[in-house]
């Protein structure tokens, strides 16, 4: 059982390799049994499909991700703090290649039957992390009662994946990154809106400087 479990764990890696490095078109039952130095018939053993060992990848990383970003969230108090964490995750997620991953996904979304459903479904999560949020940072606010964070929230996640998806094409974040500390600077002005203080509302450090 351990042994069968272990194959089951390096392919899941092997397929997050592949599609980080390699993409959608690489990623073939083959080439990521090759990775996972395993048979390719112990894809479709443990997964069924292609396809399903792929989004088990995607399913791997975005708990990852998830986990990160929600034990950093529970420190954030500001609009300025929000955005950081937003530029924050946005770095990470092109460091790492997460984001080179699901750009991949949703390319592949459009050749393969049925995957599309399958990657927006397991967009929603997101959708409801940013929702959770921008609730947070509402609060009580007088905006509070007028704005609607689910439907902010969608617009949010539409915008972070075509950054995402933009700054992997090009290879050049700084676009995306200059709109973030755009976001940065205009904070404190939206913790005035929210009743906070232009002290409580910017007391977030300034995020890394880097390079496009």
């Keep these: 059982m351990a042994r069968s479990s272990d194959t089951r764990q390096r392919l899941v890696d092997a397929a997050v390799d592949v599609l980080r490095h390699e993409g959608f078109a690489a990623a073939t039952a083959r080439n990521i049994a090759a990775h996972a130095d395993s048979n390719q018939g112990l894809v479709f053993y443990h997964f069924g499909s292609v396809v399903d060992l792929l989004l088990a990848a995607l399913d791997e990383v975005s708990a990852q991700r998830r986990q990160r970003y929600e034990e950093a969230l529970a420190g954030v108090h500001a609009p300025a ?10 770095r990470e997620d092109l460091d790492t290649g997460d984001a080179a ?8 979304a459009t050749s393969t ?3 599309g459903a399958e990657v927006k479904a397991r967009v929603v999560p997101w959708t409801q992390f940013a929702a959770a949020a921008l609730k947070s940072a509402l609060g009580t606010s007088p905006l509070a009662g007028v704005v609607d964070p689910d439907e902010i929230a969608h617009a949010v996640v539409a915008l972070y994946l075509g950054l995402e998806l933009l700054s992997h094409l090009d290879g050049d974040r700084g676009p995306a990154l200059a709109l973030f500390e755009r976001g940065r600077q205009l ?3 939206a913790g005035l809106i929210l009743g906070g203080s232009p002290a409580s509302a910017g007391t977030s450090n300034p995020p890394n400087k880097e390079d496009p």
């Design 81 to 90: 703090e929000l955005v950081d964490l937003a530029a924050r995750v946005f």
């Design 101 to 108: 991953l699901l750009v991949e996904m949703i390319a592949g």
């Design 187 to 189: 904070a404190p002005l």
């Design 113 to 115: 039957p049925g995957l």
